[in-house]
């Protein structure tokens, strides 16, 4: 740790590897830069602080956190807990800022849709003059990062690398018009729309449609959870099967929750902004689906996964069916067989298994 960290922030939630740390370089490089301004800003934004690190470090400035996740507030809140330190003032990506900012800290998402987001955000609830500061590792540079920010801003400054981290320093913003931020989604008869940096923008994901083909419903499944739903594209392709059931659709993201609103409602529909099962009573479900997440940014991680097929199990009604499509190198079997009794591979072609599990 530097000087500045003082709080030893933890990885609340996503890992029980302890050797993983809650933030990089690129995170220390954001601290030093906020450290070094002459003149703190009035109104500043903090975006994809995972756990807490830059808001822990910078509470006395009075930051708004910009939540993607809800494990990312959980993890916030529980690091602050520990530290003894007030929260942030939290919002999220699409909603107007209460505050116009003149500064910003951008950690680099991974999905450079989710960085334009943030910057049309920024650039739309920001006094003339802000500046934002982002930073990534250099082994994560592309040139449509330089590209999207200077679609927002006149001057785009790179610093040198320090411990392989880089920042961007974005001055004079640009007039732009305000976009729609949504892209489209075909599938079959029906325009699935989704925010920009939400799973799988460009398509429908190769894995969601051999599950979409080989998935077994039943008149009987009356309650059903779309577990991990993204735009809900799963969800609402039931729906349309089995229209009078009582469908829960439940993402970890925000811009996915906010997607998935747009593309299913109705009165037996429930959207949940929330990364874990524990909201549910055991015995809920007769049938829960789901294309689990196991990249969590740049890092691969099924502990995660595991513990939510876990909580499935527990929601499943006895005779429910947990049915996921998977990766076939992930292996999930081996886990699987060690919950439920029956674990069949309902369909398989060179990368992808269906798996159905009854309790
Ligand atoms: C592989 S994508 C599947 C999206 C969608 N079901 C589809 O098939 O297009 C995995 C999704 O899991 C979400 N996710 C990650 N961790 C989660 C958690 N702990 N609980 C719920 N959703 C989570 C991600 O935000 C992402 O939308």
């Known amino acids: 740790m530097t000087q500045e960290e003082k709080y030893n922030i933890e990885r609340h939630d996503l890992s029980i590897d302890r050797s993983l740390r809650a933030w990089s370089a690129a995170d220390e490089y954001l601290l030093q830069a ?34 993607s996740q809800k ?24 909603s107007p800022l209460e505050n116009k900012l003149d500064f910003a800290l951008i950690k680099m998402p991974k999905s450079l849709a989710l960085f334009q987001l943030f910057l049309e955000q920024i650039v739309h609830n920001s006094t003339e003059n802000i500046s ?3 930073a990534f590792m250099t082994r994560h540079f592309s040139p449509k990062i330089l590209q999207i920010a200077q679609e927002y801003f006149e001057v785009v400054e790179q610093s040198k690398a320090l411990k392989k981290a880089r920042l961007l320093v974005l001055t004079k913003k640009k007039n732009t018009v305000k976009k729609e931020m949504i892209v489209p989604i075909n599938y079959k008869d029906q325009v699935y729309k989704q925010y920009w940096g939400v799973f799988s923008a460009e398509h429908i994901d190769y894995a969601t449609q051999f599950f979409l083909e080989h998935l077994e419903i039943k008149e009987t499944d009356h ?22 059931a009582e469908i ?112």
Request: proline share 4%.
């Open 132 to 134: 934002v500061t982002c």
């Open 71 to 94: 494990s990312q507030e959980k993890a916030i809140l529980a690091n602050s807990k520990a530290h003894n330190i007030p929260l942030p003032n939290f919002s999220n990506p699409l």
């Open 223 to 244: 309650h059903i959870l779309d577990l991990a739903a993204g735009n809900g594209i799963i969800a609402n392709e039931i729906f349309k099967k089995l229209p009078g």
């Open 34 to 67: 906020f450290i070094a301004l002459e003149k703190k800003p009035d109104h500043f934004g903090i975006y994809n602080d995972r756990f807490g690190f830059l808001g822990c470090h910078l509470h006395e400035f009075n930051p708004t956190v910009i939540l």
């Open 248 to 359: 829960h659709v439940m993402d970890d993201a925000y811009l996915a929750v906010a997607s998935a609103k747009l593309n299913i409602q109705g009165e037996n529909i429930h959207h949940h902004f929330n990364n874990n099962l524990s909201i549910f009573d055991d015995d809920t479900f007769d049938l829960i689906v789901t294309n689990p997440p196991f990249h969590f940014e740049y890092e691969i991680n099924i502990q995660i996964t595991l513990q939510l097929f876990k909580a499935c199990f527990r929601c499943l009604k006895a005779g429910g069916s947990l049915q996921l499509v998977a990766n076939k190198h992930l292996n999930y079997k081996v886990h699987l067989e060690r919950l439920f009794s029956s674990v069949q591979h309902i369909a398989e072609n060179r990368k992808f298994v269906v798996y159905k599990c009854v309790k």
